[in-house]
């Protein structure tokens, strides 16, 4: 029944029908599925793609703008693609002439910047917090701030930067660090959660292997792979411990 629908709606689109309508053509021939399966399958399944049919609707007329979007850039935008739009500045706001040479360069200072700055705190906030931090009033400020700044939205993180610099350097300054300033706000948190959650496992695996080696040396840490010492006088100290029953007492 969906194969019939499209094909009603391409029949109509075809023959010089608008596409609204088409597409409108497509979801009453579609409605009819449920109408059909009430009758053969029963309400069950009718009511299954019903809300199936509701669905896909849903998602095509939230992707129609998109794809409208896309459709406009793509069949303008490639006309006036060639080596100058790449290479020469924009000349004027309207009109023929110029390119995105500038908005490129900009972009890589900007983004390159951002990476500068957000990289080397990000990376060394993680690593203390895998390594170093041992649940601390530091590392917990750091989680705090680490998942506050997740959420903060772009157009928050842009007004910090440009009101940070008016705050240093006056009303109306125009510095393209700021963006980078912004961008970084966004990077920090990020970074820091893939790093920390890459290092867990490395950490792990490494302590399990530092306890392997040290349990087959013969020079083991007690805490670790060794069962508890009681002393001589203690009660628990008469009955002998399943794991050193088990295996010979190396430590």
């Given at each position: ?17 608008n596409l609204?309508?088409a ?6 021939v579609?409605?009819?599925?449920p109408?059909?399966?009430?009758v ?19 998602f ?20 006036v ?6 290479t ?15 908005a490129?360069?900009?972009?890589l ?21 895998v ?36 705050l ?7 510095m ?18 893939s ?21 087959r ?13 009681w002393?001589?006088?203690?009660p ?10 088990a295996?010979?007492?190396?430590c």
């Amino acid at each position: 029944m969906l194969g019939v629908a499209v094909l009603v709606g391409a029949a109509l689109y075809f023959t010089g029908t608008n596409l609204v309508l088409a597409s409108l053509a497509v979801w009453v021939v579609s409605l009819a599925l449920p109408l059909w399966s009430a009758v053969v399958e029963g309400r069950r399944k009718a009511t299954d793609r019903l809300v199936t049919v509701l669905v896909t609707s849903a998602f095509v007329l939230a992707m129609f703008p998109l794809v409208s979007i896309l459709y406009t850039v793509i069949s303008k935008g490639t006309k006036v693609l060639s080596a100058e739009f790449f290479t020469y500045s924009m000349r004027n706001v309207v009109g023929e002439g110029g390119g995105i040479y500038h908005a490129l360069i900009g972009t890589l200072l900007i983004t390159g910047a951002a990476a500068v700055i957000s990289i080397p705190i990000g990376l060394f906030a993680a690593i203390y917090l895998v390594e170093y931090a041992d649940g601390n009033r530091l590392s917990r400020w750091i989680r705090f701030l680490v998942d506050v700044m997740t959420g903060i939205p772009s157009i928050v993180a842009g007004l910090f930067a440009y009101a940070l610099f008016v705050l240093f350097f006056g009303e109306g300054v125009r510095m393209g660090i700021g963006g980078s300033v912004a961008l970084s706000v966004l990077m920090i948190p990020v970074l820091v959660r893939s790093t920390e959650e890459m290092l867990k496992p490395s950490r792990t695996s490494c302590a399990r292997r530092r306890t392997r080696s040290a349990c087959r040396s013969g020079a083991p840490s007690p805490r670790s792979c060794c069962p508890p010492r009681w002393p001589a006088s203690s009660p628990v100290s008469r009955w002998p411990s399943p794991v050193s029953s088990a295996r010979p007492h190396r430590c």
